[in-house]
């Protein structure tokens, strides 16, 4: 039981940690597995996942997303602007391997059983599937980077996904030469991690 929470407890967002070194297969799969032994609703297992090994394509999502990067940057100013400035978001030609997780709503039919009341539970489902596959490889020693400055759109047609797949997710993966202690958006001072007692209620919900 130590294990899985050390497990946990170590799992990071890698960025500038990747050596470049590629996944061996036997391993890559181990980690697909995970993912795929996920929870979903209706076990409907509405999830894809494509690997992107491709210089170009990788190279072509870098560009992108650096385009995204200034987008968000060009709205900060101050100590904001300061702070982000120094946070990295690359790792994506540097890991080697993307992995693209989407979700496809249609996957078990019009008729899944829990979805009626929650659209959205599909969706979670996804990022369940996300999770295991982080914590499968940080059992690997495996680095992961989750990419979020991208337009769907432009990520859908990068990987050839039918238009009603929604890209969830840009994973950089790969071996790492550590992993930070201290997760990076703590250590660049962007935000600290809120105790428990901050998030915990009793009964009913009370503002803080």
Do not use: K
Not at 92 to 119: F, K, N, W
Not at 134 to 160: H, Q
Not at 180 to 200: I, K, N, T
């Amino acid at each position: 039981m130590t294990d899985l929470y050390d497990v946990i407890r170590r799992r990071r967002d890698t960025r500038r940690e990747f050596t470049g070194g590629s996944v061996p297969d036997d391993v890559l799969e181990r980690v697909l597995l995970a993912a795929h032994a996920a929870p979903s609703v209706g076990m409907s297992q509405p999830w894809d996942f494509v690997m992107v090994r491709s210089p170009e394509t990788l190279r072509a999502f870098r560009d992108h997303v650096a385009t995204e990067r200034e987008v968000f940057a060009s709205t900060l100013t101050g100590e904001r602007a300061d702070t982000f400035s120094r946070i990295t978001i690359e790792g994506i030609c540097e890991s080697g391997l993307g992995i693209v997780v989407g979700y496809d709503p249609t996957r078990a039919g019009p008729q899944v059983l829990g979805r009626h009341a929650i659209p959205d539970t599909g969706l979670y489902s996804v990022v369940c599937a996300i999770e295991n596959l982080w914590l499968a490889a940080t059992v690997e020693d495996l680095g992961v980077g989750w990419v979020s400055f991208f337009s769907e759109d432009f990520l859908r047609t990068l990987v050839g996904m039918p238009a009603h797949v929604r890209p969830v997710a840009w994973l950089c993966v790969g071996p790492v030469a550590d992993v930070p202690e201290v997760p990076d958006l703590e250590r660049f001072g962007w935000r600290a991690r809120s105790p428990l007692s901050s998030v915990v209620h009793e009964e009913r919900y009370r503002a803080r």
